[in-house]
Structure formats: structure tokens, C-alpha cells
């Protein structure tokens, strides 16, 4: 792989500024959000070259940026943020992403690590029964057409209304679970097919179930607001998205709007939209135009799916710790804590250049970070700012940090979203062998039980930039700020 040789400035210890000088097409600058010793792998491969033709998307505001987990993907760079011009802007499925909606649910308990640790390989392992998991995994629900229609409307209020969790989740949800302008009517037979038989279901790659302890504080004030209250505490991460539903519209708007771009020299150039691009994979409509519109709609039914997903996965994991301790949920303050979206475009209000202005934030694999006093934070939190729920690898640790006002000054809101990997998948199964992964994983007290074994060496520790380097990016930049480090106990792996 070739390093990356296009310009780059150091603001300070954690900017890195690719001028717009770059490319004629740039209105913006590109702004990285690193470290000196992260900047290495950064520009090994040509993410960088991303963040440039994203500052190219017509009505692009403030910068093009990427968060310290930064890695290349389809047009967007994955750990990039663009907010676009909500009056004369577009929006690109590139810069949301295949899996519409993967994020981060974060449930808490009262339980002690001390307490569960002769229980955790049961706990998985009735996790891993309890959750259907695994490449092309089915959920134990089947649900009509009609039926995946009210999931993409409701998310996961219609998962509560089923019996699957509790009222007071939904308050602790990002969109309270289900994002408005939903439209069915725009979804595929085949998105449908697919959706059909996947809702509750955990998927394969990256996605997992985690059993983990609470290691260290570092603000205990926004700690205990989030409901952690010391080193010890058990807590369970869910990480998952929409599954095929939300893949095959991404695919669908993708064919769409590509098909109406032409190579015109070095660029891509769409009569019908008016709109020039220089990559085709950022191809991109006006959020006006019925073509943005139908994307649009698509993405928030595929998003409200990914909501109610991880709201029946939640429920489900309630009651495999039922089953394994024998005390309900209640009990044991199985309460939700917060979920958040890593992939998702929003209609949002931000200060640019002293004005107030409307803008689609492209967040693909990154984490809405919003400040204290906004009023899209929940009230229980709205102090400290919005949870950040930022997992790791299986073997290192996963963090839970909070927004912040530079943030809303600088990123539209935004930060990280996890460690970002450093290897292909191809790449991490030449190097590593599942059998080895697991012996090591398991001698540091960490039981992991996957659908296959090849998922295991995909997901390796050492496939993945460190976790807590990304981490200490973000915070020292200030666009983010740690609240609590947790470690892994026992992992389901998809």
C-alpha cells in the first residue's frame, strides 16, 4: 500500500489541515483530527484523498473532516463528517454508508464484576443462543411486510409496544429511537425481503455483544449522570445496524444516483442534478430533488430499523442474564444508558460564520457529540452533554465519553466512533488464526464465543488501531471528553 503524498499542515498537536489549495474543486479545507504518531497510518492509503473530494461536494460548509479513527470506504473516508448546505447542498449515501444506522447501545447494571465473573462464560453463551448472530443470521422474530413497515415508521417504540424492553428505554435513545420523514414507500421489494427475517439479529463483521467491567472514572459527575457509578460495575455493549434492510437501500439509492453521473475528464458530472463530483462513489443528489427525497426517506426507515433491532437485542440479553442469575432485570438495574448512531445524515442546526444554518451532517463512522444545554440531549444528561459510546476491540477496551461545546463550534457536533481498523479482513486472516486469538484472549480472562471461527481473526486486536490512542485524539483536541474506560469480560462475536 502506497503512502498517501498530497499536502498536509499541522495546526497543532491534534488538526491537520489539507488545504483547498489541494484541488480546484475544494471549497473547503480538509481537517483531520489525529495525533503526531497516528498521522503514520493515516496516510498509509488514500483516505486522505477522500476527505479532499469530499470538501468537493457542492454546498459543503466549514470543512471536510475525519476523526482520529479515520480509514478509507466507499467515497467517504469511514470516521468522516461533512455537513452540506440544507437550502442548495445534496446528500450522498457514500457519506452514510452500507450499513445505515450501525451504532452503539450501552445497558448498565448494579451487578459487580466480582460477582458474574464465575458466570460469564453462561452469560455468553446464553447471549449467543438468545441473539441470533452470525453472516446472514435470521432473527427469531418473522415479521410481514406490512410489519417491517411499522419498524421502519416507529423503530423501536414498536419493539417496546411488542413487549420487547421497557418505556424508560426510549428515553435514553438517540431520536428517542425513531427519526421522523420515514418513507416506506420508497423501500424495495428486495430491501423488504431482506428485512423481513433480520430484525433482532446481531449480523456478522465487526458487531458484537460484550460483557464488560468498568475499569476506571475520569468524570465522575457525568458518570454518575450516565449511571456509572464505580470501577467494578458491570455493564453490556450492543454494536449492530440494519442489517440487509439497510444495506440493500443504500445499495438501491447508490444505482440510482450513480447511473445518472458521466466521466467528464477528471470529474463526474450529472446533467440531471446539475452536480459535479470527483469520485463517483460520492455520488450525490440535492437533498431538494425527488431523488434526495426517496434516498432520504429510505435511510430514515433503514435507521428506525436499526433502532428497533437493537432495542429486541437488548431485551433478549435482559433476559439471558435472568436465565443465568436468577433475579429480573429490574433487579439487577438493567437500565439503558444510551444508544447512539455511527452511520447517519441528519437535518441539523449549526453556527457557520456567525449564522444560524440548516445542514445534512454526513456522520459515516462517527458519533453525534453535542454539547451541554442542547436541547437534543436528554434531559437527565443535558449538563454534561450527550453520551459517546466509542467500543474497542475485543481485547483492549471501549469508552464512554461525553460532547462538548468545541465541538459544536468546530465538528457540527461530532467525534470518533471506535478504533478504526488498520488491516483489511483479507489481510487480518493471513496474519492471524482464530484458534490462537481466542487461547490468548481467554488467558486474560476474556471468554469469546463467535459464529465462526474466521470472524475471530477478521476481528482480532491486532486488525484494529488502538482504541485509547483514537481516544486520547479526540479528547485532546477537546471535541470530546472522557468519562469512563471499560474492559471486555465476555464477548459474542457475530
Known sequence: MSRWSGPLEQIDDHRFRIPKRY?????????????????????MGDAPEQVANVAALPGVLGASMAMPDIHWGYGFPIGGVAAVSADDGVVSPGGVGFDVNCGVRLVRTDLDAEEIRPHVRSLVDAMFKNVPSGLGSKGKVHLSRREVEEVSLAGARWAVERGYGWKGDLERLEERGAMTGADPAVVSDRAFSRGMSQVGSLGAGNHFLEVQRVDEIYDADAARAYGIDRPGQVMVMIHTGSRGFGHQICTDSLQEMEGKYRREGVTFYSQEFGVRILDRQLAAAPASSRTGERYLGGMCAAANFAWANRQMIAHWIRESFSSVLARSPEEMGMATVYDVAHNIAKLEEHEVDGKRVRAWVHRKGATRAFGPGRPEVVAAYRDFGQPVLIPGDMGSASYVLRGTDLAMRETFGSTCHGAGR????????????????????????????????QVVAEEAPGAYKDVSAVVDAADGAGISKRVARLVPMGVVKG
Do not use: C, H
Open 23 to 43: 484541488k480546484q474543486a475544494m471549497s473547503v479545507d480538509g481537517i483531520i483530527y489525529s495525533s503526531v504518531e497516528m498521522m503514520d497510518d493515516v496516510t
Open 422 to 453: 488498520v488491516l483489511s479482513r483479507t489481510e487480518a486472516v493471513r496474519r492471524f488464526r482464530s484458534e490462537r486469538i481466542t487461547s490468548e484472549l481467554m488467558d486474560r480472562g476474556i471468554y469469546v464465543r463467535a459464529a465462526s471461527p
